[in-house]
């Protein structure tokens, strides 16, 4: 399907006002730039829409490799929804798009989306060759007859609020800066499958949860975190790694629902992770392990006390 054909798809009733980007995570920034968005719309009477991506734009320029998501498409429509946006056009990022330039994309969105403005982030640049920066935006929108505003960036302890340095918080373990960045615990979710029963074994059942390797996972070790289960949140101790105790293998992402009986297989499950509280290690045995596990347990009754 041609990158008009797509557009095409979408025929709304009122004229627009648009924003564009990947918005993975819909951390801070965004939330910040799609408030923007929506109440600019409203003063002007204009149907407010989000124009993002099925897949990184990285994934179809030069040698690049698209980074780690940090939400699934869904859950970033779903995000971005609820922020308030009328609409959410997810477009595929093709060669034909990495190839259109800046003033023949805004000239599909005035004639497809009747876009009468944009609202950009502060490190915003599309069209071939990221020729479309801010001030070539704020020039073709005076010569065709759109607006331009410039969201500026969010600030958390110093540094600028962005998708590429939540991977690297969340790279190094770090979820707790990362929610600060977010407005929420980093999460993963997937469907429960057997395991070994290694925890099962030892007085602790885990849920291991299949996980998109597509996905930005936190390295190693034991979290304190939150167990979604159809809607209900439930304190979990999670470990991922490759259980060095008793051989290693493949890494997996392991659950423990604390005070939870009953099986967990083949139901979906979301895992909010609120703080890291150690390495994974390899324990003598396992009656040593099975004292550190109860040990951590405890540490995660404590830390998700006040949830």
Same mark, same amino acid.
């Given at each position: ?105 805004? *000239?599909?969105?005035?004639?497809? +989306?009747?876009?009468? =403005?944009? %609202? ?6 599309? !069209? $071939? &060759? ?32 962005? *998708?590429?340095?939540?991977?690297? +918080?969340?790279?190094? =373990?770090? %979820? ?6 977010? !407005? $929420? &615990? ?122």
């Amino acid at each position: 399907m041609s990158l008009e054909e797509e557009l095409s798809n979408l025929t709304p009733t009122a004229d627009t006002l648009l924003t564009i980007g990947v918005f993975d995570g819909v951390h801070r920034g965004h939330q910040k730039l799609l408030a923007e968005l929506v109440k600019k719309a409203k003063k002007r009477h204009l149907s407010s829409g989000v124009i993002t991506f099925n897949n990184h734009p990285l994934s179809q320029l030069g040698n690049h490799t698209a980074p780690p998501v940090l939400t699934s498409n869904q859950d970033k429509i779903t995000l971005i929804k609820s922020l308030g946006a009328d609409f959410v056009m997810s477009l595929d990022f093709s060669p034909e798009l990495a190839q259109t330039g800046a003033r023949e994309f805004c *000239s599909l969105l005035q004639k497809n +989306l009747k876009m009468k =403005g944009l %609202v950009l982030g502060f490190d915003f640049a599309m !069209g $071939r &060759n990221r020729e479309g920066s801010l001030s070539k935006m704020e020039l073709l929108g005076k010569e065709m007859g759109f607006t331009t505003a410039i969201v500026p960036p969010v600030i958390v302890e110093g540094n600028i609020v962005s *998708s590429t340095a939540i991977r690297y +918080l969340i790279s190094g =373990g770090k %979820v707790r800066q990362a929610e600060s960045m977010l !407005g $929420r &615990n980093y999460s993963l979710g997937g469907m429960i499958i057997a395991g070994k029963g290694i925890g099962q074994k030892l007085g602790f059942p885990t849920a291991n949860i299949k996980i998109d390797p597509a996905h930005a996972t936190p390295p190693n070790g034991i979290y304190a975190t939150i167990a979604v289960l159809n809607g209900e949140k439930m304190a979990a101790a999670t470990n991922i790694g490759i259980g060095p105790t008793f051989g290693g293998g493949e890494r997996t992402v392991e659950v423990h629902v604390l005070d939870f009986n009953g099986s967990l297989y083949g139901k979906y499950m979301e895992v909010e992770f609120v703080e890291r509280i150690r390495d994974e290690i390899t324990f003598s045995g396992a009656e040593e392990l099975k004292a550190k596990i109860a040990e951590d347990i405890r540490n995660v009754r404590s830390i998700l006390k006040g949830y």
